[in-house]
T-cell receptor
């Protein structure tokens, strides 16, 4: 159980394009979803926390107008990278958690975003 | 500010050797989790430790949570090439947010 599906797994697009990444909890209801960014051989950096039906909370230094997050249902959150540029190229990973804050986070397999 | 210091960041050893990875913080965590991540994939949870002084074993892996719940270690006995990967510790806040360490890239040579 506790499967999180992330789509697409890889995307390559031109500079200026907006890219949407989906994160779905397949067999549980995710009251909270998290979005992380990871650079090669580095750790995960939390970008934002989203709770179903409310606005996302962004970490310091993360542009909310650049990285739009929507958590419209208990099984789906989306991250849209607007007007992407080469410096936005990275590995983006989502995680989902159900219930209380002491429940574990379950991670998706990540999305490799490459902006040309 | 990095709240969770993980060391070493890189480790290359021969098959059969033992190793220990450390995570240290000045902050107390409600729990601490260890993950393993393969290239191009998301992290996979290995273990969660909750109680100060807790020790958990997973085959050849031994995880320990410090008495004060500020630090943790991962010990691998007789490492195998299949243990190669990125190991991440993450401390959990009461809010449920995870603070990740820098990660340890482990290479086990046959």
């Amino acid at each position: 159980g506790a499967v999180v599906s992330q789509h697409p797994s890889r995307v390559i697009c031109k500079s200026g394009t907006s890219v949407k990444i989906e994160c779905r909890s397949l067999d549980f209801q995710a009251t909270t979803m998290f979005w992380y960014r990871q650079f090669p051989k580095q750790s995960l950096m939390l970008m934002a926390t989203s709770n179903e039906g409310s606005k996302a909370t962004y970490e310091q230094g993360v542009e909310k107008d650049k990285f739009l997050i929507n958590h419209a249902s208990l099984t789906l959150s989306t991250l849209t990278v607007t007007s992407a540029h080469p410096e936005d190229s990275s590995f983006y990973i989502c995680s989902a958690r159900g219930g209380r804050s002491n429940q574990p986070q379950h991670f998706g397999d990540g999305t490799r975003l490459s902006i040309l | 500010t990095q709240l969770l210091e993980q060391s070493p960041q890189f480790l290359s050893i021969q098959e059969g050797e033992n190793l220990t990875v450390y995570c240290n913080s000045s902050s107390v965590f409600s729990s601490l989790q260890w993950y393993r991540q393969e290239p191009g994939e998301g992290p996979v949870l290995l273990v969660t430790v909750v109680t100060g002084g807790e020790v958990k074993k997973l085959k050849r892996l031994t995880f320990q949570f410090g008495d004060a719940r500020k630090d943790s270690s991962l010990h691998i006995t007789a490492a195998q090439p299949g243990d190669t990967g990125l190991y991440l510790c993450a401390g959990a806040r009461n809010t449920g947010k995870l603070i990740f360490g820098q990660g340890t890239t482990l290479q086990v040579k046959p």
